[in-house]
T-cell receptor, first 111, second 112 residues
Framework: QKEVEQDPGPLSVPEGAIVSLNCTYSNSAFQYFMWYRQYSRKGPELLMYTYSSGNKEDGRFTAQVDKSSKYISLFIRDSQPSDSATYLCAMSNTGRRALTFGSGTRLQVQP | DGGITQSPKYLFRKEGQNVTLSCEQNLNHDAMYWYRQDPGQGLRLIYYSHIVNDFQKGDIAEGYSVSREKKESFPLTVTSAQKNPTAFYLC???????????FGPGTRLTVL
């Protein structure tokens, strides 16, 4: 079993929809949680960074962490065609610093 | 213009050859990382370095080597011992003691 599980998609939604992307994990030592957006053939771009449980909002993006369920989510409101990309969750613990990634979910927002 | 640069963008290698991928950053970051990305498998850690002249193996270090002689540079060599090197290679950097990592544009390596 992988340490971080992520539904690969593809997830196809109409423009303006609310998108929910999710990851589950097995390592209870993870405390730092990130979401990256990766366009085709490009490097990942950091979108959201949260520590421990709770919510964080940045514009149309909201990240949620539920450590008791080992479950994290990224919500995208009013989705746009420019949001079409692969979204990667990543997490780490205090000691290691290096990130453990999910396999990525490919999102397509249809105009 | 601050950032992370990787070169070349595309690289072709014949079987049995060693090749070196370049990664440079001018963000004054202490920590640098190399990841490999394959379709459907996300990013996997090859090597990382938190300080000059020191580096650690990641989860899939076999067949790879690195050096960290300068803070700004962290080149990765893919040796002939790496049996399946065709992949997208990503370099990242971050501040020491921080978990945020920032990625370069990547190098796509293809073995002919």
């Amino acid at each position: 079993q992988k340490e971080v599980e992520q539904d690969p998609g593809p997830l196809s939604v109409p423009e303006g929809a609310i998108v929910s992307l999710n990851c589950t994990y097995s390592n209870s030592a993870f405390q730092y949680f990130m979401w990256y957006r990766q366009y085709s053939r490009k490097g990942p771009e950091l979108l959201m960074y949260t520590y421990s449980s709770g919510n964080k909002e940045d514009g149309r993006f909201t990240a949620q962490v539920d450590k008791s369920s080992k479950y994290i989510s990224l919500f995208i409101r009013d989705s746009q065609p420019s949001d079409s990309a692969t979204y990667l969750c990543a997490m780490s613990n205090t000691g290691r610093r290096a990130l453990t990634f999910g396999s990525g979910t490919r999102l397509q927002v249809q105009p | 213009d601050g950032g992370i640069t990787q070169s070349p963008k595309y690289l072709f290698r014949k079987e049995g050859q060693n090749v070196t991928l370049s990664c440079e950053q001018n963000l004054n970051h202490d920590a640098m990382y190399w990841y490999r990305q394959d379709p459907g498998q996300g990013l996997r850690l090859i090597y990382y370095s938190h300080i000059v002249n020191d580096f650690q193996k990641g989860d899939i270090a076999e067949g790879y080597s690195v050096s960290r002689e300068k803070k700004e540079s962290f080149p990765l060599t893919v040796t002939s011992a790496q049996k399946n090197p065709t992949a997208f290679y990503l370099c990242a950097s971050g501040l020491a003691g921080d978990n945020e990592q920032f990625f370069g544009p990547g190098t796509r390596l293809t073995v002919l």
